[in-house]
T-cell receptor
Framework: SQQGEEDPQALSIQEGENATMNCSYK?????LQWYRQNSGRGLVHLIL?????REKHSGRLRVTLDTSKKSSSLLITASRAADTASYFCASMTTDSWGKLQFGAGTQVVVTP | GAVVSQHPSRVICKSGTSVKIECRSLDFQATTMFWYRQFPKQSLMLMATSNEGSKATYEQGVEKDKFLINHASLTLSTLTVTSAHPEDSSFYIC?????????????FGDGTRLSIL
């Protein structure tokens, strides 16, 4: 199966700055999800955006979805050192019955 | 607390050993579970979809005889890496879908780091 693209692959910022990462996918989706993974750990779900939604907020997170471009972005505002992690987008197609296709991921390092 | 429990968290064993990894849903009955593999600094690759009471569906390129999946109950799926070799060393993660949850996100286990010597 093909995975989507994510950029940048790595991002290094200072505390207080915003972090933006982008994700592209290949097929029509039912929803797109963003996950966070600390080194060597499992995934933590951050936010889900449905195909008929264009923007969604959750705390310091803002996600956009452009189905015409098959792309999504995740913005973390006012970043903290604890936000250091890898972030993955995952798309779910309508007929996949829960199967997720993950993007390549963005490794974010937030320096105090 | 965790709704999906994965065990063991870490395995180190000799080449040729078969290793079994368990994935349990704690708060719900999961008719479908998913198994992923993740190599260092890479993304998650779906290996197979585990269906309770029926055969697993494997992704292209994944050897079903190498990675045996058993989903014998509504709360437990197991992945057995048979005759493991160093190239099978990886981070294996399961997830479970709550059928009552509609399109709500899946729940992921904490992963199993497998190291084959």
């Amino acid at each position: 199966s093909q995975q989507g693209e994510e950029d940048p692959q790595a991002l290094s910022i200072q505390e207080g700055e915003n972090a933006t990462m982008n994700c592209s996918y290949k097929t029509s989706i039912n929803n797109l999800q963003w996950y966070r993974q600390n080194s060597g750990r499992g995934l933590v779900h951050l936010i889900l955006i449905r195909s008929n939604e264009r923007e969604k907020h959750s705390g310091r997170l803002r996600v956009t979805l452009d189905t015409s471009k098959k792309s999504s972005s995740l913005l973390i505002t006012a970043s903290r050192a604890a936000d250091t992690a890898s972030y993955f987008c995952a798309s779910m197609t309508t007929d996949s019955w829960g199967k997720l296709q993950f993007g390549a991921g963005t490794q974010v390092v937030v320096t105090p | 607390g965790a709704v999906v429990s994965q065990h063991p968290s870490r395995v180190i064993c000799k080449s040729g050993t078969s290793v079994k990894i368990e994935c349990r849903s704690l708060d719900f009955q999961a008719t479908t579970m998913f198994w992923y593999r993740q190599f260092p600094k890479q993304s998650l690759m779906l290996m197979a979809t585990s269906n309770e009471g029926s055969k697993a569906t494997y992704e292209q390129g994944v050897e079903k005889d190498k990675f045996l999946i058993n989903h014998a109950s509504l709360t437990l799926s197991t992945l057995t890496v048979t005759s493991a070799h160093p190239e099978d060393s990886s981070f294996y993660i399961c997830s479970a879908r709550d059928p009552e949850g509609g399109w709500q996100p899946q729940h992921f286990g904490d992963g199993t780091r497998l190291s084959i010597l």
